[in-house]
């Protein structure tokens, strides 16, 4: 008899077993059900965050410097000793742009929260940002309709804006937005552009309802004391860190900080915000791991005792098949496809759950089942079951057959 052959009917013995007793399989699997839904669910969480996180992080270049007051990643301590630094003011960010020579663009912005009105119509909380004529550029923004604030908008704090597609839409859903008033808080401005659609942050936050302003007018009318961030896009990707020594040793002269005394400010880029991800995201992914395991852990001991009391009720069948030629390596076979059937049992019933389940956090957390998931989901059910039945299977295939007979 041939391997494939075996185990074809190795696979109608278990499953006539399994037939045979319905409710102590179902309930042994339950252990594996749990684990796998588990699995699957954290899986589905971490790919569904990964892609969000991705696809948010090219709104933050990769080739972008942002010197502001504080770094986008400290402890408590260093947040409160940050508190205490000076300003980065608008003639820093002069002074970067002027002196800078391996930057291709600098641009300066601060941002704020308003309202924004169109007659009886209200948008609260929206995402107010003063910006000048090179953030379009430094951004990486593109326009649906208009234009970007010029030069002479900035220099001459012209009351115009630029508005995000949700903004565009809510006020103006037939078009004609270019051209019409808005007001800001008590601010009446112009809209001279729209932005394309960019989506949602990761965390949530609608990048679409903002509203951009020129630097100048928002530090005149909207916030008097702004905290200002330069934001300096290098001209070659490979001189990421050349630029950023450069652009340390710039401020340094400029805000007059002593060879002696640390930074008062800090140059945050993209790597920063990946690493943090990365770390927080693997530490999730080890707790959910853990009780992963600890689930399949429970499940594959269930399995391995029901196998026993499988293996221990057909002590004659064993018998009976050894004595008419059935092989060691027949008999192991058999029972391994017994408890993997199980278990593979168990593991789609656990991605049965875990999809409906899946769709559900999606409404409150990017969440995807793709299917690799689904495979690794069942792979580690039928390794579980196949670890698990080893024992027994291994017990039942050692048997003497003489014995096996006379057992009662």
């Known amino acids: 008899m041939t391997l494939l052959s075996e185990f074809k009917e190795s696979v109608i013995i278990a499953w006539a077993a399994l037939r045979a007793n319905k409710l102590r399989a179902g309930l042994t699997t339950l252990g594996i059900v749990i684990g796998i839904v588990s699995v699957t669910l954290m899986g589905t969480a971490i790919t569904g965050l990964n892609a969000a996180f991705k696809k948010s992080l090219a709104g933050i270049s990769a080739d972008t410097l942002f010197i502001q007051r504080f770094s986008w990643m400290t402890g408590e301590t260093e947040w409160r000793l940050s508190r205490n630094r000076r300003e980065i003011t608008l003639q820093n960010a002069r002074d970067v742009e002027r002196l800078a020579t391996l930057a291709a663009a600098v641009a300066v912005e601060s941002q704020g929260n308003g309202t924004v009105s169109v007659g009886r119509k209200q948008a609260r909380g929206v995402w107010v940002e003063g910006n000048d004529e090179n953030s379009l550029l430094v951004r ?11 030069e002479s908008d900035v220099q001459s704090g012209r009351p115009v804006c630029v508005l995000g597609s ?13 051209g019409s008033k808005v007001k800001l808080n008590d601010m009446n401005l112009e809209v001279i552009g729209v932005m394309e659609k960019q989506g949602s942050f990761f965390t949530g936050f609608n990048l679409d309802n903002q509203i951009v302003l020129p630097i100048t007018r928002f530090t005149r009318d909207f916030s008097r004391w ?32 002593p060879p002696d005394k640390a930074d008062d400010f800090a140059i945050n880029q993209q790597d920063a915000l990946i690493n943090f991800f990365n770390a927080v995201g693997g530490s999730i992914a080890a707790v959910g791991l853990f009780i992963s395991g600890l689930s399949l852990f429970v499940g594959g001991i269930g399995i391995m005792n029901i196998m026993f009391v499988s293996v221990a009720e057909r002590t004659k069948e064993i018998g009976i098949r050894k004595a008419i030629g059935a092989k060691r390596r027949t008999i192991l076979v058999q029972f391994l496809v017994e408890a993997a059937t199980i278990t593979l049992g168990a593991g789609i019933l656990g991605l049965l759950i875990a999809w409906p389940l899946t769709l559900v956090v999606d409404k409150f957390l990017a969440a995807s089942m793709p299917w690799w998931l689904v495979g690794v989901a069942l792979v580690v059910s039928v390794l579980t079951g196949v670890v698990s039945g080893f024992l027994p299977a291994w017990r039942a295939a050692r048997m003497n057959p003489v014995d096996a007979l006379r057992a009662d």
């Open 140 to 150: 990486g923004l593109s326009l649906s309709s208009g234009r970007w604030l010029t």
């Open 226 to 257: 702004p905290d200002f961030t330069i934001q300096v896009k290098v001209r070659d990707l490979s001189q990421m860190e050349d630029a950023k020594e450069e652009l340390r040793g710039i401020m340094r002269k400029l805000r007059r900080v």
């Open 166 to 178: 949700y903004l565009a839409e809510r006020f103006f859903p037939y078009g004609g937005a270019v």
